[in-house]
Structures are given as structure tokens and as C-alpha cells.
């Protein structure tokens, strides 16, 4: 086997040039694919009996891709949404070697004619007012852990911010000074948006600002976790299901509820839409 179809040359420079260079792919981005070819390599070495770095790119064929993606969905019960962004990465991979290595042309085009699944449309949760009021209030606000979560928790309801967006805020993401305070979220593929703070939510990050002592214009993350580390994403959905544990017996409706960070998000876009917000002023 000549060396050009040697698997590790190809990755190296589909991270290196591809994703960061040529796509100026967002961390996020990179962290996922890269998760979703470390899963492949470690399946394909394992059904080949192969050490890792023996694989070549023939190895990566139709068939073993297809049965990873069998696997995803039957023994690590992915869904079909996880199973399609696994695929996603992968396609994105072969596209780069069909691009990079003429010889490989054949190996990929069999691996991008593998189609995305179809997925049955679940319908959208959302709560309502008082159930999200209920959440927001749950924490205990006597506690440094229970301001921080009251904070949090306002902010995913007031912002509509995915989780991710909400996380990677910095302060120096922040306007509260102004007369009408605002945020800078950083959203998936660099899309970027500002959007506007309530007074309620702006006391709330004042206030959690002022107890860590960090000015409004430090690039240090906003809500850490018990080690004063950025807070991340299995944090956040940590901090919104204590609170729903908290709020089930006020509030027993939201036991039977799929409670996560980004229903938050559902049930501020059904809030606007409500209120007469027209449906593209939403998504945007």
C-alpha cells in the first residue's frame, strides 16, 4: 500500500488546514468532529484488530462506516439527530480526502453516498410563565451556589441563549451600564448576535459580578462551576434539573416535562410568538 493512503497524514491535515485554516471551524466544531472520528478510528481498530495508528484509509470503507453508525444507534442509543451529526463529520473528512488525495477518490465518494437518516419530527416542549418562574426561583439565593444558579437559570429564560452561548459568556460580553443593558452572544459557525438584558437579569449579573469581584471589562467567564472553572455544558444541564427537582412539588406539571437548558429557549420563542413577535424577528 503506497503511503499517500496512509490514515494519519490525512487526518493531520484535515485538522490542521481544512477545519482551521480553509473553514476557520469554531472550537466547538473541531471538538466535535474530532470526537466523532476518535469514535470511528477506535471502532474500525476494534473490529479489524488493528492498533490505531495501523489503520490506512481503506480500512475507513462503506460498510465499517455504515456499521459504526448502526452501533450509535444500537448499542450507544444514540438518537437518529447524534447518529446524522457523527455522519455530518464524517462526510466532512472524505470530502477533504477526495480533495487532497485523487488516488483515495473511489474510498470516499462510497462513504459520501451514504445518506443522511431521516428523523421523525418530535414535538417542541416549552413551559409555561409560571412553571419558568417556578425554576428561576428554586435555587436557594442564601447560598453563593444558589445565586449562581438563579443567575444562570435567568439568563437561559431571558435570553433565550443556548446552552453553549451561555456558558462561553464572558464579561467583557457584557453592557450593564448602559440604558438598555446588553450581551453578546457567541452562537454556532460564528454567528454572533446581541441581545437585549431585563432590568431582573441584569441585577442578577451585577450582583453575581460584584461577589467575585469582576469588572465588566475582564474576559473572564461569568458562571463557573465548584472550582472556579468555566461552567460547562453537563454542568448547566446539572444546575436546570436540580432546580426542576426543587420546583416538581410546587409545581408538579414539570415532572412530566423533558426538562434541559434549551427548553428554555423553546418557551421564550412561544412567549414572543404569543405576544404578536412576527416568526422571522424569532429565529433571527
Do not use: W
Not at 455530518?88 to 480533495?99: G, N
Not at 457584557?174 to 437579569?201: C, F, T, W
Not at 455544558?233 to 434541559?260: M, Q
Amino acid at each position: 500500500m503506497s503511503e499517500h493512503l496512509l490514515l494519519a497524514p490525512l487526518l493531520e491535515s484535515y485538522f490542521r488546514r481544512r477545519l482551521t485554516k480553509q473553514r476557520n471551524a469554531t472550537p466547538a466544531t473541531v471538538s466535535s468532529y474530532r470526537d466523532a472520528l476518535r469514535m470511528l478510528i477506535l471502532f474500525a481498530a476494534d473490529r479489524l484488530r488493528k492498533k490505531p495508528a495501523a489503520l490506512a484509509l481503506e480500512d475507513l470503507d462503506r460498510d465499517l462506516v455504515l456499521a459504526f453508525l448502526d452501533e450509535l444507534e444500537e448499542k450507544r442509543n444514540n438518537c437518529v439527530a447524534t447518529r446524522n451529526a457523527r455522519l455530518a463529520a464524517i462526510r466532512s473528512f472524505f470530502h477533504h480526502v477526495a480533495a487532497a488525495d485523487p488516488a483515495s477518490f473511489g474510498v470516499a465518494q462510497r462513504v459520501l453516498s451514504i445518506p443522511i437518516k431521516r428523523a421523525h419530527i418530535e414535538v417542541t416542549h416549552h413551559l409555561t410563565k409560571a412553571e419558568v418562574d417556578t425554576l428561576i426561583a428554586a435555587p436557594d439565593p442564601k447560598t453563593p451556589r444558589g445565586r449562581r444558579d438563579r443567575a444562570f437559570l435567568l439568563f437561559l429564560a431571558r435570553t433565550g441563549a443556548r446552552d453553549s452561548e451561555a456558558t462561553g459568556v464572558n464579561a467583557n460580553d457584557l453592557q450593564l451600564e448602559r440604558s438598555h443593558p446588553q450581551v453578546l452572544l457567541r452562537g454556532k459557525g460564528r454567528r454572533d448576535r446581541v441581545v437585549p438584558i431585563p432590568k431582573d437579569l441584569a441585577r442578577a449579573l451585577t450582583t453575581l459580578l460584584g461577589e467575585r469581584g469582576i469588572t465588566h471589562h475582564e474576559p473572564r467567564p461569568i458562571f463557573v462551576g465548584a472550582r472556579n472553572e468555566r461552567l460547562t455544558r453537563f454542568g448547566a444541564t446539572h444546575i436546570v434539573r436540580r432546580a426542576a427537582a426543587e420546583a416538581v412539588p410546587i409545581r408538579p406539571a414539570l415532572a412530566d416535562k423533558p426538562i434541559s437548558p434549551h427548553i428554555f429557549r423553546h418557551s421564550l420563542a412561544i412567549k414572543l410568538l404569543q405576544s404578536g413577535v412576527d416568526l422571522l424577528t424569532i429565529q433571527a
